[in-house]
């Protein structure tokens, strides 16, 4: 039955029912309509989702502490352990002052700082250019450059032919060999794309109608009004650039252009100290390789946990939005 709580006036004055239709088994009950969402959870509903967001933060954080505590572990809190070490018992830092004193491991980590910067940088600037000339249904050629982008999301030439390619154009053992085969994503692209349409066309209107070129629509208008969406996609490049070792394993021959974590997979997966002080400590047992392996973990693990929490609160608008709107 509706109340007079249900009731709204219009402008006329004339009243309006406001309260949701009801089916006619609901009318039947004298039951009011109410989305599912809307009810009020159980008690053994709140329990279970409390159990599965202490289960889900517990399958992430506890490897992450294990890792931790092994690397500030010494050699008899490992051997004691058996391998990986759950609760501290002596803090240490020498692995840590090891791997940062010089070396193999300092050189990789600042090879991998410079392939982030200028990665991202160059990866961004282009994603950036190609998205806002197909934001523009005007531009030249709109459609069948849209469609062979988006064609080769499905379609690749492979592996042997990118290889030839980038040895052929004389990339091989440089450190653009790492940075040219992944430098645009498509879905990126895309994802800007959606963004930069989202851009109000009167704004646009006015800044051409005041006499503004597109470069300067683009870097005062669009930009300003886009800092989520480049946000997230500048993450999303720099984690890909940060997280590289394929490129280097394929093209890189000399090992002192090594990324950090090229260095992170011979210690793990071939089990290879770099040579130097840090191998000496370890064949002497001053230091033991574990320690030394969960250290270089922790190095490359920190750089994507210091700055994905300034980039979290773009992840919505910048993501939903522009996927939703292209």
């Not at 004691?80 to 090891?98: C, H, M, N, Q, R």
């Not at 851009?199 to 051409?208: F, G, Q």
Request: hydrophobic share 50%; with cysteine; aromatic share 8%.
């Amino acid at each position: 039955m509706t109340t007079l709580l249900d009731l709204e006036k219009t402008p006329g004055g004339w009243p309006v029912d406001t309260a949701p239709a009801r089916t006619p088994l609901q009318r039947l009950l004298g039951t009011e309509s109410r989305p599912a969402w809307e009810d009020e959870p159980t008690k053994a509903g709140l329990a279970f989702k409390g159990f599965g967001l202490v289960a889900i933060c517990a399958v992430i954080l506890v490897p992450i502490w294990v890792v931790v505590v092994t690397s500030l572990s010494d050699t008899k809190a490992i051997n004691d352990a058996g391998g990986l070490v759950v609760w501290p018992k002596s803090i240490t830092f020498v692995a840590y002052k090891e791997l940062l004193s010089g070396g193999a491991v300092t050189r990789a980590a600042m090879v991998s700082i410079g392939l982030t910067v200028v990665g991202t940088v160059f990866s961004m600037v282009i994603s950036i250019l190609c998205a806002y000339g197909l934001s523009r249904r005007d531009s030249i050629a709109h459609r069948p450059l849209l469609m062979t982008l988006m064609a080769t999301m499905f379609f690749g030439a492979g592996l042997i032919p990118t290889y030839l390619l980038v040895t052929g154009i004389g990339l091989s053992n440089s450190y653009w060999s790492m940075i040219l085969p992944s430098a645009i994503s498509v879905f990126n692209i895309l994802v800007l794309r959606g963004f930069f349409m989202d851009t109000a066309p009167e704004l646009i209107d006015a800044a051409r109608i005041d006499g503004a070129g597109e470069w300067r629509i683009l870097l005062q208008i669009v930009m300003p009004l886009s800092r989520a969406v480049v946000a997230v996609i500048s993450l999303f490049y720099a984690v890909g650039y940060w997280s590289q070792w394929f490129n280097a394993m394929l093209y890189i021959q000399d090992s002192d252009k090594y990324p950090l974590q090229m260095i992170l997979r011979q210690l793990v997966l071939q089990h290879q100290v770099p040579p130097g002080a840090m191998g000496a400590a370890v064949s002497s047992g001053q230091i033991n390789s574990l320690a030394v392996q969960m250290a270089v973990m922790v190095l490359a693990l920190i750089p994507v946990a210091v700055l994905s929490p300034f980039v979290q609160k773009h992840f919505q608008k910048g993501m939903l939005t522009g996927a939703v709107k292209g």
